[in-house]
Protein backbone atom coordinates (compact mmCIF):
# COMPACT_ATOMS: atom_id res chain seq x y z
CA UNK A 1 0.00 0.00 0.00
CA UNK A 2 1.29 3.22 -0.80
CA UNK A 3 1.78 5.49 1.65
CA UNK A 4 -1.40 7.55 3.11
CA UNK A 5 0.78 10.42 4.83
CA UNK A 6 3.24 11.00 2.05
CA UNK A 7 2.86 14.98 1.58
CA UNK A 8 0.19 15.27 4.06
CA UNK A 9 0.95 17.68 7.33
CA UNK A 10 0.54 16.07 10.37
CA UNK A 11 -0.31 17.30 14.24
CA UNK A 12 -0.67 15.87 17.23
CA UNK A 13 -1.90 17.35 19.86
CA UNK A 14 -0.88 16.20 23.03
CA UNK A 15 2.66 14.27 21.96
CA UNK A 16 2.49 12.85 25.65
CA UNK A 17 2.69 8.94 26.21
CA UNK A 18 0.94 7.67 23.29
CA UNK A 19 0.96 10.64 21.01
CA UNK A 20 4.99 10.82 21.48
CA UNK A 21 4.41 6.72 20.67
CA UNK A 22 3.07 6.98 17.72
CA UNK A 23 4.81 10.18 16.09
CA UNK A 24 7.81 8.73 16.88
CA UNK A 25 7.51 5.13 15.53
CA UNK A 26 5.91 6.88 12.01
CA UNK A 27 9.21 9.26 12.20
CA UNK A 28 11.26 6.07 12.25
CA UNK A 29 9.81 4.37 9.42
CA UNK A 30 9.87 7.46 7.50
CA UNK A 31 5.61 7.47 6.83
CA UNK A 32 6.28 11.05 8.50
CA UNK A 33 9.11 13.66 7.06
CA UNK A 34 9.89 16.22 10.60
CA UNK A 35 9.07 19.62 8.18
CA UNK A 36 5.51 18.38 7.92
CA UNK A 37 5.00 17.09 11.65
CA UNK A 38 4.27 19.57 14.39
CA UNK A 39 3.19 18.53 17.94
CA UNK A 40 1.70 20.14 20.84
CA UNK A 41 2.39 20.03 24.85
CA UNK A 42 1.23 21.61 27.57
CA UNK A 43 4.76 23.38 28.68
CA UNK A 44 7.13 24.93 26.92
CA UNK A 45 10.17 23.34 28.88
CA UNK A 46 8.88 20.43 27.80
CA UNK A 47 8.09 21.47 24.25
CA UNK A 48 11.81 22.57 23.64
CA UNK A 49 12.90 19.19 24.63
CA UNK A 50 10.59 17.50 22.90
CA UNK A 51 11.75 19.28 19.48
CA UNK A 52 15.52 18.97 20.43
CA UNK A 53 14.64 15.04 20.71
CA UNK A 54 12.74 14.32 17.46
CA UNK A 55 13.91 17.01 15.15
CA UNK A 56 10.10 18.47 14.77
CA UNK A 57 8.25 21.51 15.65
CA UNK A 58 6.52 21.08 18.80
CA UNK A 59 4.69 24.08 20.50
CA UNK A 60 1.99 24.69 22.99
CA UNK A 61 -0.53 26.11 20.83
CA UNK A 62 -3.40 23.58 19.77
CA UNK A 63 -4.54 26.32 17.28
CA UNK A 64 -0.90 26.67 15.47
CA UNK A 65 -0.90 23.26 14.77
CA UNK A 66 -3.69 22.19 13.80
CA UNK A 67 -5.10 24.62 11.47
CA UNK A 68 -3.09 23.89 8.43
CA UNK A 69 -2.68 20.28 9.04
CA UNK A 70 -4.17 17.44 6.85
CA UNK A 71 -4.83 15.15 9.92
CA UNK A 72 -5.54 15.92 13.46
CA UNK A 73 -4.25 13.12 16.19
CA UNK A 74 -5.54 13.83 19.63
CA UNK A 75 -3.91 12.35 22.27
CA UNK A 76 -4.45 14.79 25.37
CA UNK A 77 -6.05 13.08 28.40
CA UNK A 78 -9.68 12.41 27.99
CA UNK A 79 -11.09 14.97 30.26
CA UNK A 80 -9.66 18.26 27.86
CA UNK A 81 -10.55 16.09 24.33
CA UNK A 82 -13.84 18.72 24.63
CA UNK A 83 -11.86 22.01 25.88
CA UNK A 84 -9.22 20.98 22.80
CA UNK A 85 -11.67 20.33 19.87
CA UNK A 86 -13.83 23.55 21.06
CA UNK A 87 -10.11 25.51 20.91
CA UNK A 88 -9.48 23.88 17.27
CA UNK A 89 -12.85 23.95 15.85
CA UNK A 90 -13.02 27.04 14.06
CA UNK A 91 -9.84 26.32 12.34
CA UNK A 92 -11.38 22.75 11.01
CA UNK A 93 -12.96 22.22 7.67
CA UNK A 94 -14.19 18.47 6.15
CA UNK A 95 -10.85 18.56 3.96
CA UNK A 96 -8.68 17.60 7.12
CA UNK A 97 -9.46 14.23 9.36
CA UNK A 98 -9.15 14.03 13.07
CA UNK A 99 -7.82 10.90 14.90
CA UNK A 100 -8.77 10.33 18.55
CA UNK A 101 -6.96 8.31 20.71
CA UNK A 102 -8.60 9.20 24.00
CA UNK A 103 -10.70 6.51 25.80
CA UNK A 104 -14.02 6.74 26.70
CA UNK A 105 -14.48 9.90 24.59
CA UNK A 106 -17.09 8.90 21.69
CA UNK A 107 -16.65 10.30 18.37
CA UNK A 108 -20.28 11.70 18.58
CA UNK A 109 -18.90 14.06 21.18
CA UNK A 110 -15.80 15.59 18.96
CA UNK A 111 -18.71 15.74 15.96
CA UNK A 112 -20.74 18.14 17.76
CA UNK A 113 -18.07 20.19 18.91
CA UNK A 114 -17.14 20.62 15.32
CA UNK A 115 -18.09 22.37 11.98
CA UNK A 116 -20.22 20.25 9.82
CA UNK A 117 -19.06 17.09 8.47
CA UNK A 118 -15.40 16.75 9.41
CA UNK A 119 -14.33 13.25 9.50
CA UNK A 120 -13.43 11.50 12.95
CA UNK A 121 -11.74 8.60 13.72
CA UNK A 122 -11.34 6.61 17.21
CA UNK A 123 -8.55 4.52 17.55
CA UNK A 124 -8.15 2.46 20.87
CA UNK A 125 -4.27 1.87 20.97
CA UNK A 126 -2.51 0.04 24.34
CA UNK A 127 0.42 0.89 25.84
CA UNK A 128 2.48 -2.54 23.82
CA UNK A 129 2.50 -0.03 21.03
CA UNK A 130 6.05 1.18 22.56
CA UNK A 131 7.94 -1.81 21.23
CA UNK A 132 5.89 -2.28 18.02
CA UNK A 133 3.48 -4.79 19.63
CA UNK A 134 0.19 -3.43 20.18
CA UNK A 135 -3.40 -3.81 19.47
CA UNK A 136 -5.54 -1.12 18.62
CA UNK A 137 -8.74 -1.18 17.45
CA UNK A 138 -10.52 2.04 15.32
CA UNK A 139 -13.83 2.83 14.26
CA UNK A 140 -15.02 5.58 12.51
CA UNK A 141 -17.66 8.63 12.91
CA UNK A 142 -20.45 9.76 11.41
CA UNK A 143 -18.47 11.94 8.32
CA UNK A 144 -15.53 9.45 7.95
CA UNK A 145 -15.16 7.08 5.69
CA UNK A 146 -13.32 3.72 4.60
CA UNK A 147 -10.41 5.95 3.47
CA UNK A 148 -10.16 7.87 6.54
CA UNK A 149 -10.56 4.22 8.06
CA UNK A 150 -7.81 3.11 5.95
CA UNK A 151 -5.46 6.04 6.63
CA UNK A 152 -5.73 5.14 10.02
CA UNK A 153 -4.80 1.69 10.18
CA UNK A 154 -2.13 2.30 8.19
CA UNK A 155 -1.00 4.30 10.59
CA UNK A 156 -1.83 2.31 13.64
CA UNK A 157 0.13 -0.79 11.90
CA UNK A 158 3.47 0.83 12.72
CA UNK A 159 2.98 0.21 16.25
CA UNK A 160 1.38 -3.47 15.89
CA UNK A 161 -2.01 -4.57 15.12
CA UNK A 162 -5.06 -3.60 13.96
CA UNK A 163 -8.72 -4.28 14.08
CA UNK A 164 -11.54 -2.20 12.98
CA UNK A 165 -15.06 -1.96 14.61
CA UNK A 166 -18.74 -0.78 15.40
CA UNK A 167 -18.31 2.18 17.83
CA UNK A 168 -20.72 0.10 20.26
CA UNK A 169 -17.86 -2.15 20.99
CA UNK A 170 -14.89 0.26 21.88
CA UNK A 171 -15.82 -0.19 25.72
CA UNK A 172 -15.32 -3.33 25.47
CA UNK A 173 -12.04 -2.70 23.45
CA UNK A 174 -10.72 -0.45 26.08
CA UNK A 175 -11.98 -2.99 28.98
CA UNK A 176 -9.94 -5.80 27.46
CA UNK A 177 -7.15 -4.40 25.30
CA UNK A 178 -6.28 -1.42 26.35
CA UNK A 179 -6.32 -2.28 30.01
CA UNK A 180 -5.42 -5.40 29.55
CA UNK A 181 -1.38 -5.44 29.99
CA UNK A 182 -1.87 -4.36 33.27
CA UNK A 183 -3.98 -7.92 33.62
CA UNK A 184 -1.06 -9.61 32.20
CA UNK A 185 1.26 -8.06 34.36
CA UNK A 186 -0.18 -9.07 37.49
CA UNK A 187 -0.37 -12.67 35.79
CA UNK A 188 3.09 -12.76 35.19
CA UNK A 189 4.25 -11.00 38.35
CA UNK A 190 2.18 -13.96 40.31
CA UNK A 191 4.14 -16.38 38.20
CA UNK A 192 7.63 -15.03 38.96
CA UNK A 193 6.64 -14.99 42.06
CA UNK A 194 5.61 -19.14 42.55
CA UNK A 195 8.99 -19.45 40.69
CA UNK A 196 10.81 -18.00 43.34
CA UNK A 197 8.66 -19.58 46.08
CA UNK A 198 9.68 -22.87 44.60
CA UNK A 199 13.45 -22.45 44.33
CA UNK A 200 14.19 -19.99 41.22
CA UNK A 201 15.59 -17.22 41.29
CA UNK A 202 13.95 -13.80 40.37
CA UNK A 203 15.46 -12.72 37.42
CA UNK A 204 15.18 -16.08 35.92
CA UNK A 205 11.62 -16.71 37.35
CA UNK A 206 10.51 -13.48 35.58
CA UNK A 207 12.48 -14.50 32.47
CA UNK A 208 10.58 -17.92 32.30
CA UNK A 209 7.13 -16.13 32.51
CA UNK A 210 7.25 -13.46 30.33
CA UNK A 211 8.80 -15.81 27.58
CA UNK A 212 6.26 -18.44 28.24
CA UNK A 213 3.41 -15.78 27.99
CA UNK A 214 5.05 -14.16 24.56
CA UNK A 215 5.04 -17.78 23.43
CA UNK A 216 1.90 -18.74 24.04
CA UNK A 217 0.60 -15.98 22.90
CA UNK A 218 2.17 -16.25 19.29
CA UNK A 219 1.26 -19.74 19.24
CA UNK A 220 -2.66 -18.33 19.23
CA UNK A 221 -2.35 -16.13 17.05
CA UNK A 222 -0.09 -17.65 14.51
CA UNK A 223 -2.12 -21.29 14.60
CA UNK A 224 -5.24 -19.48 14.62
CA UNK A 225 -6.25 -22.55 17.25
CA UNK A 226 -8.66 -22.08 20.24
CA UNK A 227 -6.97 -21.67 23.35
CA UNK A 228 -8.69 -24.22 25.03
CA UNK A 229 -7.54 -26.92 22.41
CA UNK A 230 -4.00 -25.67 22.99
CA UNK A 231 -3.94 -26.12 27.03
CA UNK A 232 -5.15 -29.45 26.45
CA UNK A 233 -2.20 -30.29 24.34
CA UNK A 234 -0.02 -29.42 27.11
CA UNK A 235 -2.02 -31.13 29.72
CA UNK A 236 -1.31 -35.10 29.78
CA UNK A 237 -3.33 -37.41 31.92
CA UNK A 238 -2.08 -37.27 35.70
CA UNK A 239 0.21 -34.92 35.32
CA UNK A 240 1.66 -31.53 36.65
CA UNK A 241 -0.34 -29.42 34.59
CA UNK A 242 -3.88 -30.69 35.18
CA UNK A 243 -3.09 -30.42 38.88
CA UNK A 244 -1.95 -26.79 38.69
CA UNK A 245 -5.01 -25.76 36.91
CA UNK A 246 -7.52 -27.51 39.66
CA UNK A 247 -5.76 -24.93 41.28
CA UNK A 248 -6.38 -22.23 38.88
CA UNK A 249 -10.36 -23.27 38.67
CA UNK A 250 -10.72 -23.38 42.32
CA UNK A 251 -9.03 -19.92 42.98
CA UNK A 252 -11.83 -18.80 40.30
CA UNK A 253 -8.81 -16.97 37.97
CA UNK A 254 -10.96 -17.72 35.12
CA UNK A 255 -14.02 -16.32 36.69
CA UNK A 256 -12.29 -13.20 37.88
CA UNK A 257 -10.58 -12.27 35.02
CA UNK A 258 -14.26 -12.13 33.42
CA UNK A 259 -15.25 -10.27 36.01
CA UNK A 260 -12.42 -7.64 35.91
CA UNK A 261 -12.91 -7.37 32.26
CA UNK A 262 -17.28 -6.73 32.30
CA UNK A 263 -16.18 -4.19 35.42
CA UNK A 264 -13.98 -2.38 33.27
CA UNK A 265 -16.01 -1.96 30.37
CA UNK A 266 -18.76 -0.76 32.93
CA UNK A 267 -16.29 1.68 34.22
CA UNK A 268 -15.59 2.89 30.94
CA UNK A 269 -19.00 3.40 29.49
CA UNK A 270 -19.82 5.60 32.70
CA UNK A 271 -16.73 7.75 31.91
CA UNK A 272 -18.20 8.24 28.49
CA UNK A 273 -21.66 9.79 29.48
CA UNK A 274 -19.85 11.49 32.46
Not at 20 to 33: D, E, F, P, T, V
Not at 106 to 128: C, F, G, Q
Not at 209 to 232: F, I, M, N, W
Amino acid sequence: MANPLAGKKVAFLGAGKMGGIILQALLNHGLLSAKSTSATVAHADRARALSKKMKVKVGTSNVEAAKDADIIIIGVKPQVVEEVVREISSHMTPKQLIISVAASVPTSMIEKNLPANVPVVRAMPNTPCLLGAGMTAICKGKYANADHVATTTHIFDVVGRTVVLDEKHMDAVTALSASGPAYIYIILESLAEAGVKVGLPRDTATLLAAQTALGASRVVLETGDHPALLKDAVTTPAGCTIDAIMELEEGKLRVTLIKAVVKAAQRAKELAFS
